[in-house]
């Protein structure tokens, strides 16, 4: 019952097919025709466009290769490896054209590797790949969502409040401490997902852990209780993120090329 629950919800045919053609074609529009960009020199339709196009085939090698990964140890810490590898190129591509995006490894790893750590010493995660690689894989997004959105609105602050940041030095303030008073104020916005997130679950939303739980057949009060693990591990994932991207911004570690390209 609970398989055919799980069917019954988003079954697998021409008309899901269909639907997520015209779903795409419509995110397309709405940022062609509103013009969604943030210069001319950004293709934003032509971003939404290949991501759905990515998202579709990556999705469907992982459905073929899943069952085949989870069963070895060895294939599923190189697909968490991948799955940080991924995360770190497009955090750090997000954030800066130049050579310092590497560091955006720093944040992501820093703020994930812990959590799991517990979650596996604890016992509450078994070291099994069906159920290591998508808990992490959930961390991991929550973390490149912090660094991305933090690293970048401190950056961006930094870029057009470039004389503040030379007042903050001629009152005796050092590189660091002058960065940080512009930056931190900035970053901490990308905080507001995470706690809007938790704040309204169960009001606003039912988020996919909890609907797939009860689908696979877990009690309500089992589903929330994990679905609360997560919620509140991702404000501490994000929480950790946010405050590393800003210290490598405000010590000038990550930055981006003095003519301000992105």
Do not use: Y
């Amino acid at each position: 019952m609970r398989l055919n629950a799980a069917s019954s919800l988003l079954p697998v045919n021409t008309t899901l097919a269909v639907l997520l053609v015209v779903l795409l074609l419509a995110a397309i529009a709405a940022v062609a025709l509103f013009h969604l960009s943030p210069d001319v020199h950004t293709h934003r339709a032509r971003q939404v466009l290949l991501a759905g196009v990515r998202a579709t085939l990556q999705l469907a090698a992982v459905s073929a290769v899943i069952t085949k990964v989870v069963v070895s140890g060895l294939a599923t810490v190189a697909f968490l490896v991948l799955m940080l590898g991924v995360a770190v190129w497009t955090a750090g591509r997000r954030l800066t054209p130049d050579r310092s995006w590497w560091l955006a490894l720093w944040p992501i790893a820093l703020s994930v590797l812990p959590v799991v750590s517990l979650l596996l010493l604890t016992g509450l995660v078994p070291l099994k790949g069906i159920v290591l690689i998508p808990v992490t894989g959930i961390f991991i997004g929550g973390a490149l969502t912090a660094t991305v959105l933090s690293g970048r609105r401190s950056l961006d602050e930094l870029s057009l409040r470039h004389g503040e940041f030379e007042a903050g030095l001629a009152l005796g303030l050092s590189d660091r401490d002058a960065r940080m008073e512009i930056a931190r104020p900035a970053a901490s916005d990308a905080l507001l997902p995470g706690l809007d997130q938790t704040r309204t679950v169960g009001l606003v939303t039912l988020p996919g852990a909890f609907v797939g739980m009860l689908l696979g057949g877990a009690s309500p009060t089992a589903a929330g209780a994990v679905q609360l693990f997560v919620l509140v591990a991702l404000m501490a994932i994000q929480a950790v993120a946010v405050a590393c991207t800003v210290e490598l911004v405000a010590r000038g570690h990550l930055h981006r090329p003095k003519d301000g390209h992105r």
